[in-house]
């Protein structure tokens, strides 16, 4: 059996890892050093690269690029070890004569699936405490549900699970799981994963235990869903809360 499929999820889970932003709570130390850099026009991944001081092959592996020439304006490089966002050298843009008009529609980056209410279910039982947008000036990516200290947490949708263990800055314990659609849901502030890397689960099965691990004021559950790495406003899956 080919061994590029884990290899391909272990990159997924990764690459939205470095994608996610942590919600708003209090201090965690289970987090490596590093910084966010975002990428301007006119920034290349070799002048990001020697900025930080950092090879670009490594560089590269850490955001999982296989092609420099690719890089976005505007994606969030991971720079490792560094300390501050440092100013990055641009490239004078090139003055290039005006391209011939394709009748074939630009390529599809990324599908977007439209909300699908009711797709999945209720991952624990408690009282919403926080929504998805903008909170305190700051956009939140998921929603939070309070609920008693180790209070079971379940699986939204059937799936297979992409990452259990210390989650980026503030997101504490964590599980990801990965569904069908392109499909992530989220699960943090864990106080106990029941599920590790690989393992498939069932729609409804405990995954973890409500916790407050990480940057949070108290016991509750950060989940989001991330079609691709966007993220979704999980009210727009789930069902009317009875």
């Known amino acids: 059996m080919s061994t590029q499929k884990p290899l391909l999820q272990i990159i997924f889970a990764l690459v939205l890892l470095g994608a996610l932003v942590s919600c708003q709570s209090l201090p965690e130390r289970n987090y490596r050093a590093g910084v966010y850099h975002t990428v301007r026009p006119g920034q290349t991944l070799y002048r990001i690269a020697k900025t930080y001081n950092i090879e670009v092959a490594s560089l590269m592996r850490a955001n999982h690029i296989g092609d420099a020439s690719q890089l976005r304006v505007g994606r969030r490089l991971w720079i490792p070890t560094a300390r501050t966002v440092r100013n990055v050298p641009v490239v004078a843009a090139k003055k290039t004569a005006p391209a011939a008009k394709s009748s074939s529609p630009p390529p599809v980056e990324e599908a977007r699936l439209p909300p699908l209410k009711g797709y999945l279910t209720w991952p624990l039982k408690g009282t919403l405490t926080s929504t998805f947008g903008s909170r305190d000036g700051r956009q939140h990516d998921g929603i939070d549900i309070g609920a008693t200290r180790g209070t079971p947490i379940l699986a939204a949708a ?27 849901t989220v699960y943090a502030h864990n106080s106990k994963n029941w599920v590790k890397k690989n393992d498939t689960v069932k729609q409804g099965q405990r995954i973890a235990s409500v916790g407050t691990t ?11 869903v991330r079609n691709h790495t966007h993220p979704r406003n999980p009210l ?3 069902p009317a809360k009875r």
């Not at 992409?162 to 799981?177: Q, T």
């Not at 990480?214 to 989001?224: A, C, I, K, N, V």
Request: no cysteine; glycine share 14%; aromatic share 12%.
């Open 214 to 224: 990480g940057r949070s004021s108290g016991p509750h559950l950060h989940f989001e």
């Open 236 to 238: 727009k899956f789930l």
């Open 158 to 184: 059937d799936g297979k699970v992409v990452f259990s263990d210390w989650g980026p800055k503030g997101y504490g314990l964590m599980v990801i799981i990965k569904h069908p659609n392109h499909l992530t």
